[in-house]
């Protein structure tokens, strides 16, 4: 039977599937489309040799580590999207644009891949067995088998059937909801959060026409412009010029919705052009014109993106996006699941990582013997930062369980202080349990003024865990409408958010003393144990 089926063939569907066969784990990648990318897209102007991204294209290296680091590890260049020079806005349909400040740049420190994002795709690819990619794809629906998933494919016009132990859908959630048939049916509350989930950029189209040069960088203007009046063919333009510079391009995301699009096609390539030149004075000989409208595009944008429109970006996904379903059978993936920068590249890397470690962890027992040179401290901790990951979803249910029973019980003052609260002081509690199981060694161990030296790292796990735990609370309270008459809990403040962690952090000190206490009492009874071996050892002898 197949370990994983991933569903999705864009950058978080590809990045999964290269970390798994990185790890030697059986996987098969299914992807609707007849390409590879996702909302990743790049063709290549033929007049002007310049590769045009007509979906994801910047990545941010201050604030994007994962995307930063892939292309890196690639081998792939990059460059600063070029932004030096005058920004314009023009507010009148009849006025001329006026110059306008914006601090830091309209774009902020972004870079663009060399040759297109779609380079990152291909090197991917190169990275992939090439009998476990499968285009063509629909996944229409999934049953839940109890040990495995039941996959249902429309491929080539044909029906397929798939079995595999774990399915990931590395889909825009809303897609996945509107899309998919599951069986059992999602429950109510995870249908809405999917559905709650805005598709990044879905209900948009870009526009990018190449020019013989970036004439308007002879102007002193840095090709960035923001159109504002009603009439507007664009709202946002930028330079889509490549690193040499020498040729020019002059890129768009339209101002008109979906249907608007529909209505003016025939005249859509005369109005964009006719913008590019009013806004920046100058006559424009444009070479080609390329055009994606993603409202169109039935893989990326659903029904009801289409109906809502252009919707404000979340930068952290509803954490119940990553909670795994049907006993841990079923993940839900993609960029708009991502617990940061979720909708960009980086979201989507964030999520193929978060999905990819489960897996492998999963799939290997935290119970495993100790390896070959393991000692059996080494096994212990490892086995306790395995429990520790594995408490994610728990303690978030747990917060959940006691959040609804304030509400449920009037008892609404201080709900997320309490509820978080009351979780991690039950985590804490559950981990001393688990330290008193493991074969810690307290033999050489050194104790420095009480302290045991294996206690830093009994408490190193919690680090990134603890933070998260936050992020997730935040997240979702923040896109809960039970909370939306509660605005202290609905927005943490930051004076709430510092009290909630003194709390927390007197809650770890607490766990943290107990669990030296525990490592010290299991040194002295092992102490214990050896003296009294050794006592029976001389009465034996005598």
């Not at 930063?68 to 690639?74: D, G, H, K, P």
Request: net charge negative.
């Amino acid at each position: 039977m197949l370990d994983t089926a991933i569903v999705g063939g864009g950058l978080c569907g590809l990045a999964l599937a290269a970390q798994l066969s990185e790890r030697g784990r059986d996987f098969e990648l299914f992807e609707a489309r007849q390409r590879w990318g996702g909302r990743i897209l790049s063709i290549d102007c033929k007049l002007s040799g310049l590769a045009i991204d007509l979906g994801a294209s910047w990545f941010w290296p201050d604030r994007q580590p994962l995307i930063t680091a892939l292309v890196s590890e690639l081998g792939l260049d990059s460059f600063a999207q070029y932004d030096e020079g005058t920004i314009l806005r023009l507010s009148e349909a009849d006025a001329k644009p006026e110059k306008v400040e914006v601090e830091g740049g309209v774009h902020g420190g972004a870079r663009r891949i060399v040759g297109g994002a779609q380079k990152a795709i291909k090197a991917l690819l190169a990275r992939l067995p090439a009998d476990r990619l499968h285009n063509d794809c629909q996944l229409v629906g999934l049953r839940d088998g109890d040990d495995h998933v039941v996959l249902t494919i429309q491929q080539a016009g044909a029906t397929r059937v798939v079995e595999a132990r774990r399915v990931v859908i590395a889909l825009p959630p809303r897609l996945a909801e509107e899309r998919v048939i599951f069986h059992p049916a999602l429950d109510d509350t995870m249908r809405e959060t999917m559905r709650d989930a805005p598709t990044w950029m879905a209900a948009q189209a870009k526009a990018v026409t190449t020019f013989a040069q970036p004439a308007w960088r002879d102007q002193g203007q840095s090709g960035n412009a923001f159109v504002t009046h009603e009439q507007a063919v664009f709202d946002e333009i930028f330079d889509a010029s490549d690193a040499r510079g020498d040729e020019g391009a002059l890129g768009g995301f339209l101002a008109l919705g979906p249907e608007l699009r529909d209505s003016f096609s025939v005249g859509l390539p005369i109005l964009m052009h006719s913008q590019f030149e009013q806004v920046f004075g100058v006559a424009l000989e444009g070479r080609e014109q390329f055009y994606q409208d993603w409202a169109k595009d039935a893989e990326t944008c659903s029904a009801l993106d289409r109906e809502r429109g252009r919707e404000e970006h979340r930068a952290t996904a509803n954490p119940l996006l990553r909670r795994p379903l049907w006993g841990g059978r079923l993940y839900l993936g993609g960029a708009e699941t991502g617990a940061r920068q979720a909708g960009y590249m980086e979201g989507a890397l964030e999520a193929a990582q978060r999905i990819a470690r489960d897996i492998i962890r999963d799939t290997a027992s935290e119970d495993e013997a100790a390896a070959p040179g393991e000692s059996a401290n080494e096994a212990s901790l490892r086995r306790f930062s395995a429990w520790v990951e594995k408490q994610s979803g728990p303690v978030f249910e747990d917060y959940r369980r006691r959040l609804n029973a304030s509400l449920a019980t009037q008892s609404r003052e201080q709900m997320t202080q309490r509820a978080m609260l009351g979780a991690a002081e039950t985590l804490f509690g559950e981990a001393l349990a688990k330290i008193a199981t493991l074969p810690f060694d307290l033999a050489g161990v050194s104790v420095e003024k009480g302290r045991c030296a294996l206690t830093p790292l009994v408490q190193k796990p919690f680090g990134d865990f603890l933070k998260q735990f936050f992020d997730d609370v935040a997240a979702f309270n923040s896109t809960s409408c039970a909370l939306s008459n509660f605005p202290d809990e609905h927005r943490i403040a930051r004076d709430y958010q510092q009290a909630i962690m003194r709390d927390i952090a007197a809650a770890w000190t607490e766990f943290s003393l107990a669990a030296n206490a525990a490592l010290l009492a299991k040194g002295g009874a092992a102490q214990s144990q050896r003296a009294e071996a050794a006592r029976q050892t001389g009465g034996a002898a005598a």
